[in-house]
């Protein structure tokens, strides 16, 4: 009781404290602080947030959009400067911005000009400004009035500007585009370029749109053999005379500007490069080994017009690998598309650092060829890692410490080998020293990742289109939890992961195979009397899973982009996950070919040990919208359902759902919360798993100051059982009763962003609880009776705090 009033005093104390001190305390006479400025605009297309950045003088910055934290953090400080308290303070905090009227119209120009680029060219800015005190707002007041639209839009090249002989052979009409025109047609080249042009009838001339489409246009040729060429040879040319709030548009093309001995310059016609050879330096460091051409190379391996070089460390990486990596092709064409891919695909083994790609250039019979120079410098090949850290798991604290060991070229193909042995004690007794009470663990793990598809019967043209790795892994854990069970765990499988080569926001993996086994040397005689016989058998005694699983990711948080995106500052980031895995089926399959006859229970036994047999599948969807600079608002939403069938009547433990904890409902700890309206007063964390799973979060993130982050958030969510039990009663899924069930909490949080890692620190209180928690009476023979159930909204019963909050600590956002 005595915490729960210190708590609330502190929170009372620091909302007085906050709006006791002056936010112009350190503002001079005869100024003013500019208390607020903000941009007004009626444009649909248009929001404030695309504007405010360019305003030239803008108010602190407030936390939540509520107060203005910084600054606040700032006045606490005294003026003597001596003591170092009052320099932390302002340091940490933020000086309060003085209000100078200059900016004011250089903020109107810019508003116009940006308007005026996104195609509003009568636009009516008003600065409306007001002063009460020493403090100054004001609101740019936009009326964008119509936008101008474009009435036609033309391609147009003049005959000077390419050579057509070079042309025709070097722009040929996609496939799909002959489809349509014929075999036999031929297109000029400014219908060649016109084909995916991304302006049209109709659409507003925003600037950011022309950039794309010159970006577009660049890419074409850039494609086709045009190196020089940049987007600065593109001009547009808008004709709006006699229309109104219209254009007639035309993209022009110019020459080549060449310059001359004597510093002038002539205009050209844009040439192609042809490349004909491509040297590669893997073992290559400009700062050691000098001038390129003086390399002194240990071995050459000719592969065609390919040359790999090698230096004082040989052969460290098989040429195979490296040519599975080049996408550049001489004999063709210059080709920047290839470059990019290239650079990207040499980027990401592990073994090579540093690449470098650039050409030399000659002439030869009156044509620009080319020799392409890669260099790479190695990386080290072996590396050794550790960790150290801290868990508190309701209240419990534990350690945890882990040695790595990673080698960068197991197999000399930039194979990825990782081995880590981990250990880790949580204490759940008072007795933190006391080492056969408390939670002990400790294991190993290894993954050999393989940078490229290896699967038989793939064609060549789809693994180079891919980024492609295969993953093997193996593990081994020992776990022992005193009062439960004693566990050892031995897990392997097979994995691939694939995305486009083109398309970073979509990645692909297949769990191929899967496969763990569980056994039990010890089950405590008391937890074992709490287990159902169906959960003693299918989760609490030896156990094999083989599965298979495919996950599906997207997201466009990626700095990839195609040519032809528009660019434009990213508002929002999302990422969907959903996968699916099916376990059992060939066990399954075994057990009846071998005429396996099923015991008791109506399962079978392989080895004489049961394998699990169910289809699980799993669906988030997560989203964040930047509000500002400062702030952002992120939300997700989430479901799951796992289903036994065949030879088992109950998913085993490991592989069935949970909620509450620091990526869950917040207001409980990690597996307090459910399923459905079950509760029990010796619950274990069996008892609180379930078959079905659903979370909603939606959380608002704003930066304090220094590196760190407030946050306020409500989550929502449960867990339900398809099948009850009578250790779950009243968990089981109804669809007339699951939606009253949903539990929801709300609480805020802070974070330390120290740029590598978010470390964040959160707190949840209970808003309603689902759980029917009974309410006790002693009946005329003095035995306890339920006398009725507490009421569900926790939110009413503020002074039970440590009944109804949850502390989290953890790494990362939550979602």
């Known amino acids: 009781m005595k915490f729960k009033y210190i708590f609330l005093l502190v929170i009372t104390g620091f909302i007085v404290l906050i709006y006791s001190c002056s936010s112009t305390k350190y503002v001079p006479d005869n100024e003013f602080l500019l208390a607020d400025a903000r941009v007004k605009v009626d444009a649909k297309d248009i929001s404030s947030y695309d504007l405010e950045p360019y305003i030239k003088q803008k108010s602190n910055y407030r936390t939540f959009e509520l107060f203005k934290f910084p600054l606040f953090v700032y006045n606490l400080s005294g003026k003597d400067t ?9 340091n940490a905090g933020e000086p309060p911005v003085i209000y100078d009227s200059t900016q004011v119209e250089r903020t109107v120009s810019q508003l116009a000009r940006i308007m005026e680029n996104k195609g509003y060219q009568h636009t009516d800015i008003t600065p409306q400004i007001t002063q009460t005190d020493k403090k100054v707002k004001i609101i740019f007041d936009i009326k964008s009035n119509e936008p101008t639209r474009i009435a036609n839009y033309t391609i147009n090249i003049s005959d000077s500007v390419f050579d057509r002989k070079v042309f025709e052979h070097s722009f040929p009409i996609p496939e799909r585009i002959k489809r349509r025109l014929g075999d036999t047609a031929t297109v000029s080249l400014n219908r060649y370029l016109s084909f ?9 001339m925003d600037l950011d749109l022309l950039n794309a489409e010159r970006e577009r246009v660049t890419s074409i040729l850039n494609r086709n053999g045009y190196m020089a060429f940049g987007k600065e040879y593109i001009e547009f040319v808008a004709d709006t005379i006699n229309k109104d709030n219209e254009a007639e ?20 016609p844009h040439k192609q490069y042809f490349l004909d050879n491509v040297d590669i330096y893997v073992d290559y460091n400009p700062i050691t080994d000098g001038d390129i051409n003086h390399y002194q190379a240990t071995d050459t391996v000719y592969r065609g017009k390919y040359r790999i070089f090698y230096g004082p460390r040989g052969r460290f990486i098989k040429p195979f690998v490296i040519m599975n990596n080049c996408y550049i092709q001489p004999g063709n064409l210059y080709n920047g598309s290839q470059v990019t891919t290239t650079y990207n695909a040499l980027s990401q083994l592990n073994i090579l650092k540093n690449v470098n790609i650039r050409y030399e250039q000659y002439l030869e019979n009156d044509s620009t060829r080319m020799r392409c120079i890669i260099t790479a410098v190695p990386d080290k090949k072996q590396g050794i890692s550790t960790e150290i850290e801290g868990t ?11 040695l790595g060991y990673t080698h960068r070229n197991i197999f000399k193909g930039s194979e990825l080998l990782n081995i880590k042995v981990r250990g880790s004690y949580e204490a759940v007794t008072p007795n933190f020293s006391s080492f056969s009470d408390n939670y002990f663990e400790i294991g190993g793990e290894a993954s050999l990742t393989f940078p490229r598809f290896m699967f038989p019967f793939l064609s060549h043209d789809l693994r180079r289109r891919l980024r492609a790795s295969t993953q093997l892994t193996s593990s081994y854990t020992y776990q022992r939890r005193p009062d439960y069970f004693t566990r050892t765990v031995f897990a392997t499988g097979l994995k691939y992961i694939w995305e486009n080569r083109n398309n970073g926001t979509i990645r692909h993996t297949l769990d191929l195979v899967d496969i763990s086994y569980a056994h039990i040397p010890e089950l405590s005689p008391e937890f074992e009397k709490q287990l159902t016989t169906n959960a003693k058998i299918y989760s609490f005694t030896d156990q094999f899973i083989l599965s298979t699983g495919y996950t599906y990711y997207r997201s466009n948080n990626t700095t990839q982009r195609l040519f032809y995106a528009p660019s434009r500052r990213d508002r929002s980031t999302y990422s969907l996950r959903a996968s699916f895995e099916t376990a059992g089926n060939a066990l399954a399959l075994f057990a ?3 005429n396996i006859q099923k015991d008791e229970y109506g399962s079978r036994k392989i080895f004489d040990t049961y394998y699990a047999q169910y289809v699980k599948g799993n669906f988030d969807y997560s989203k964040s919208i930047q509000i500002d600079e400062n702030n952002a608002f992120a939300w997700r939403l989430g479901g799951g359902i ?8 109950l998913v085993p433990f490991q592989k069935r759902f949970f909620s509450g904890g620091a990526n869950s409902v917040r207001g409980w700890s990690a597996r307090e919360l459910g399923p459905g309206a079950f509760f029990r007063q010796d619950a274990n964390f069996n008892d609180q798993s379930g078959d079905i799973r659903f979370d909603a979060n939606a959380e608002y993130r704003s930066k304090a100051f220094w590196k760190l982050e407030f946050a306020a958030f409500l989550d929502a969510g449960n867990i339900w059982t398809i099948k009850g039990t009578e250790r779950q009663y ?18 805020l949080g802070i974070r330390l962003d120290l740029d590598f890692v978010l470390i964040r620190l959160d707190c949840g209180w209970k808003l309603y609880n689902p759980a029917d928690t009974p309410i006790y009476k002693m009946d005329e023979n003095g035995y306890n009776v339920i006398d009725g159930y507490e009421s569900k909204w926790a939110v009413l019963k503020p002074l039970k705090f440590r009944q109804n909050t949850a502390w989290h600590i953890a790494v990362g956002y939550p979602f």
């Open 592 to 594: 009846a070919l071998t």
């Open 642 to 649: 796992v289903y036994p069938y065949g030879n088992n009547k």
């Open 196 to 204: 995916g042009r991304l302006l049209k009838k109709g659409d507003q």
């Open 249 to 268: 548009l035309e993209l022009i093309i110019y020459p080549f500007t060449q310059r001359l001995n004597n510093h002038e310059t002539v205009d050209v």
């Open 82 to 90: 001596t003591r170092w308290y009052n320099r932390t303070l302002k």
């Open 730 to 747: 009243k968990g089981e899924f109804k669809f007339d009763k699951f939606y009253k069930q949903i539990a929801s909490a709300w609480g």
């Open 392 to 402: 508190n798991s309701s209240g419990f604290f534990g350690i945890g410490a882990g």
